[in-house]
């Protein structure tokens, strides 16, 4: 069942709401066209194309932000490929989106209340992080280890399969290659990279094969007998015992003569020689000793140079200007979301400024910047609301610093509220600075220029440009 965007009523067959006689024909097309993609994306992911489902979802969801079945299942999606934080923040949001009734909660306790599945998970993403670092450094004996451990641990974690693959590629071990990629293949029948790699796996494989047998053909020789073809060994040899005793004969004087001709003078150089090793072999050993205290020499100043930035680095991470104090804030934001209903969304959105306070640009995870644009968008609307109303009574007493302020922070929390951009333009032009006045009374024109805010707008965009 469809309900009204305007007023909440259930939509009937016509082309506009029997309640309050909005036009829906175009919502009911994008409805329509967001629940064809989640069928599409429903039938992709029963065959185990689990990307081309993501990409039909995303584009439901593109179209209706709404479609908490879309949302839950690309969700799903997520976790079967083994990326759990996407998968919390989709269920999150649909959360948000629809409180009750909601299978997305269920999923969100499931993942809370087993601390188990929710340490391994952790551990396979930093080990998987870890060994994408030291792929990075070249380190790709140990990254191999690391990655073997994350599959075993999370045999789901496509990324960490697919990047095994690329090191025993890289390794030339294409076997074990094709078999970290034929288990993505049976987890994402849809995985284009996997697929790709598979193929270059096989290409090389084919090409070592055909190596091998050139070998074996050059070792054999074709001789054509009529209508006959005999193949025999290149290297066949006469074992007659009359070529046997010739052979034997000719390497004694072979032999004899070398000896006179050749190890006489050889042993006289000999002789010489070792003396001359002796003394090349004393200049090595002091050659050796100067490298090595070379080696030290550098390694100390290596050292040194490390420990000057590790000292750098922890002094970035103390104090109430390092990036500790925004993690801290943020773990008390989520804290207090935790609670549900009885949440204070505006104490949220006092440790949110909180972490913008310390340098939120210097939070690197994405798993924890993921956690805070999450954050930021579920209470957006509420605070948002909350500090319109603050900057509303303060405009209304000519306290135009507090309104500007919270003005600023309810269109930072929804860039869309008209009336709180339209009494920011409002408290701009008191305090005649008429440039940002005209700047975001420009902004409610272009979201509402119909509306009666729309209209006033504009006549004091004619009054700011007449003086």
């Not at 993501?54 to 908490?68: A, G, H, P």
């Not at 990326?83 to 959360?95: G, K, Y």
């Amino acid at each position: 069942m469809l309900f009204c965007y305007s007023c909440g009523m259930a939509l009937s067959e016509k082309s506009y709401c029997t309640s309050c006689g909005a036009d829906v024909s175009k919502y009911k097309k994008i409805l329509y066209m967001s629940n064809r993609y989640y069928n599409r994306g429903l039938e992709k992911a029963q065959i185990r194309d689990l990307t081309g489902a993501v990409e039909d979802l995303r584009q439901s969801l593109k179209l209706y932000k709404r479609n908490t079945q879309a949302r839950n299942l690309l969700g799903l999606v997520y976790f079967e490929m083994g990326e759990t934080v996407n998968a919390m923040a989709e269920w999150v949001l649909s959360a948000h989106y629809q409180k009750d009734k909601n299978i997305a909660s269920d999923y969100i306790d499931t993942l809370r209340t087993n601390a188990v599945l929710l340490d391994n998970i952790n551990s396979s993403i930093k080990k998987y992080n870890q060994g994408l670092n030291q792929c990075k450094q070249g380190n790709v004996d140990v990254a191999k280890i690391t990655l073997r451990r994350v599959v075993n641990n999370n045999p789901r974690l496509i990324n960490a399969h697919l990047l095994l693959a690329l090191v025993l590629m890289k390794e030339e071990d294409y076997s074990g290659a094709k078999k970290e990629l034929i288990q993505v293949r049976r987890i994402d029948r849809g995985n284009i990279t996997a697929a790709l790699y598979l193929r270059m796996a096989e290409e090389n494989l084919n090409t070592d094969s055909k190596k091998h047998k050139g070998k074996e053909k050059e070792a054999a020789v074709t001789i054509q007998n009529g209508n006959d073809i005999i193949i025999q060994p290149n290297n066949r040899k006469e074992n007659t015992f009359l070529s046997l005793f010739l052979n034997i004969l000719i390497g004694l004087v072979i032999g004899l003569l070398v000896g006179w001709f050749v190890l006489g003078p050889i042993r006289v150089n000999m002789q010489k020689s070792d003396e001359n090793k002796e003394l090349s072999d004393a200049y090595e050993e002091i050659n050796l000793k100067n490298t090595t205290i070379d080696t030290l020499t550098q390694r100390i100043d290596s050292l040194t140079t490390q420990y000057e930035a590790l000292k750098d680095q922890l002094n970035t991470y103390e104090g109430t200007n390092g990036a500790f104090e925004g993690y801290k804030y943020l773990l008390l934001a989520v804290k207090e979301y935790s609670k549900g209903e009885t949440a204070d969304k505006n104490l949220v959105a006092q440790y949110l400024d909180k972490v913008d306070e310390n340098g939120s640009d210097k939070i690197k995870e994405e798993e924890f910047l993921e956690v805070y644009n999450i954050l930021k968008t579920s209470i957006g609307e509420s605070v948002a609301d909350s500090y319109y109303e603050n900057g509303y009574n303060a405009f209304r007493q000519e306290d135009y610093v507090t309104a500007l302020e919270n003005f600023k922070k309810a269109i930072e929390y929804n860039s869309e509220n008209v009336d709180a951009l339209y009494y920011l333009a409002c408290t701009y032009m008191a305090n005649k600075d008429y440039d940002n006045a005209k700047y975001y009374f420009n902004m409610v024109i272009n979201i509402s220029p119909d509306s009666e805010l729309g209209n006033k707008a504009s006549n004091y965009i004619a009054e700011i440009d007449a003086q």
